[in-house]
């Protein structure tokens, strides 16, 4: 310890979709297939106050850290400290800016570079008991070697910082607070919501891990399984992700009783916000829930560059309230916080189930019936890309709801309204599906239509069945992906229903029809959650 300066899927899959998750992989490969790939840069000197140095993980294993300290730090004083993990791929001078922020304010920080990526040592192994055990490690370490305070410590991060985080909160009693920006609770519901593989979140981070680190066996085996939609090992990788989900360690967080502030956006094509939603109403301890406008780690992406942040700004709040006592008011503010995709303005509620109180119902009349394997001009968009476009530039996926192919997506439509509808929360399907083959997946849009029928996605979800008797009709309840979003007077929401989306995996075979309908028994509808006026 040493420091320094400075599937193969069912045949129903189609060539052009395995094609493009080798090709994402390959690149990957290739360019990661030295271990100069897997490095970072050669250090620099360091700025002033900041120290580089090597962190003893689980097993010896060396981490890559920075630590900030507060200036001119009083002898035998101790500071609350702040231990912040990387994210995916990310190199150690992640969070250089908001530590030198957190020093300033009085917090000992500790950065580390997560165990496979870039210069630290190991494996990656998605967050799972080598990192949760490494950072329990950097807390020792930096309670041994800086002026850091055993009862005031904190865990904060990004994306795959965050999760390593709330993990750690379930297995170290030192953590009192957490804050975790655009994360996960359910790893599975994560990548694999409605049982359908998200083809471009799973490839993006495969070939990000093969780009910037060392990939595990393990983790290697259960991505092929993944994108190979091998049903036999389904089983073997629900576990697998059980084992990295911090839902699955709930009640281990609520006996430790951290504080936890979580983050999310309402378009985050890696981990959507449902999953953090859901885990939110679970935690007993102090907690706070924030939900904005974006992508995968977008709302919180400019205070990573020491700009103006109001993730940030929050997160330095919640640590100085859990870990200095400062009475600055946010224990005081509704817990859920929301900021609308459309107005921009942040809306406080008690609860998540508070969001959303109100339902509209829109009735799924009649029955209708596509073909399969042709994608109708209904998506979800590009991973990473659309919805920051939606974030900042007010432009999220758009179809001509008029102009797609009857033939290939199902169509319903409300009314035009009157006022506007601002809908928050989740939405959510209930329907009838008769199917040709055994397997299928469908994909729901719901769309705000304007006067000429252009259509803007407010929401959208996939799902996928197998082992279905064809011809045999079977219900189906599908939750669509949280959001919030104000429709306006004079629009009607559409509900759109296709086979193909190019940010899943689909497994229709070919021919396949699927048929929807509404029984007079067990009527069709979409429930759309509205914030009550």
Do not use: C
């Not at 231990?83 to 580390?112: H, I, R």
């Not at 576990?239 to 609520?254: M, T, Y």
């Not at 939900?291 to 919640?318: C, K, Q, S």
Request: no cysteine; hydrophobic share 40%; charged share 20%.
């Amino acid at each position: 310890m040493g420091e320094r300066t400075v599937g193969k899927p069912r045949t129903a899959l189609r060539t052009t979709t395995t094609g493009a998750v080798s090709a994402a992989l390959l690149a990957g490969t290739a360019l990661a297939a030295t271990p100069a790939a897997a490095a970072a840069p050669a250090a620099t000197a360091a700025p002033p106050g900041i120290r580089f140095v090597d962190i003893a993980g689980d097993g010896g294993t060396v981490l890559k850290a920075n630590v900030v300290t507060p200036a001119g730090a009083e002898e035998g004083r101790r500071y609350p400290v702040i231990v912040l993990p990387t994210s995916w791929a990310m190199p150690q001078a992640e969070y250089l800016a908001q530590a030198k922020k957190l020093a300033d304010a009085g917090y000992v920080v500790v950065s580390y570079n997560s165990r496979g990526f870039w210069q630290s040592g190991g494996h990656i192994e998605v967050a799972g008991p080598p990192d949760v055990a490494d950072a329990s490690k950097v807390i020792d370490w930096a309670l041994a070697h800086t002026p850091a305070d055993p009862e005031r410590v904190g865990m904060a991060g990004v994306s795959y910082g965050a999760g390593i985080s709330l993990l750690a909160a379930g297995h170290d009693k030192r953590i009192k607070a957490v804050v975790a920006m655009s994360g996960w609770a359910d790893l599975i519901e994560s990548i694999y919501s409605g049982r359908t593989q998200h083809l471009q979140a799973a490839a993006l981070l495969g070939g990000a891990g093969r780009l910037t680190g060392r990939p595990s066996a393990e983790l290697q085996r259960t991505l092929e399984d993944f994108l190979a939609s091998d049903l036999s090992k389904e089983q073997e990788m629900m576990a697998w992700g059980a084992k990295r989900s911090p839902a699955a360690h709930l009640d281990r967080i609520n006996a430790n009783g951290a504080a936890v502030m979580l983050g999310n956006a309402w378009g985050d094509t890696i981990f959507p916000p449902n999953q953090y939603a859901s885990f939110y109403e679970k935690l007993k301890g102090p907690k706070r829930l924030e939900f904005r406008p974006g992508d995968h780690a977008t709302a919180e992406a400019t205070g990573l560059l020491g700009l103006p942040n109001d993730t940030w700004t929050n997160a330095h709040r919640w640590f100085d309230h859990h870990l200095k006592g400062a009475d600055n008011g946010i224990d005081r503010e509704q817990p859920v916080q929301l900021k609308s995709r459309t107005t921009g303005g942040y809306e406080g509620y008690p609860d998540w189930r508070s969001v959303g109180a109100a339902e509209r119902r829109i009735a799924l009349p009649d029955s209708r019936k596509v073909y399969a394997n042709v994608d109708s001009g209904a998506n979800g968009g590009i991973v990473m890309l659309s919805n920051t476009l939606d974030q900042f530039l007010k432009l999220p996926p758009m179809a001509s709801v008029p102009l797609l192919p009857r033939s290939f997506a199902a169509v319903w439509q409300s009314e035009r309204y009157a006022s506007a509808q601002h809908v928050r929360g989740t939405a959510k399907l209930h329907t009838t599906v008769t199917s040709t083959k055994p397997s299928g997946t469908l994909v729901a849009y719901l769309y705000d239509v304007g006067p000429l029928g252009l259509g803007k996605l407010v929401s959208h979800a996939p799902y996928t069945f197998h082992d279905k008797a064809p011809g045999q009709p079977f219900a189906v309840d599908l939750e669509l992906f949280s959001t919030a979003y104000d429709v306006p007077a004079g629009h009607r929401l559409a509900l759109v229903v296709d086979t193909v989306d190019p940010l899943y995996i689909e497994h229709n075979p070919s021919g396949a029809r699927l048929t929807f309908s509404s029984p007079p028994s067990d009527p069709s509808y979409v429930s759309v959650p509205l914030r009550e006026e």
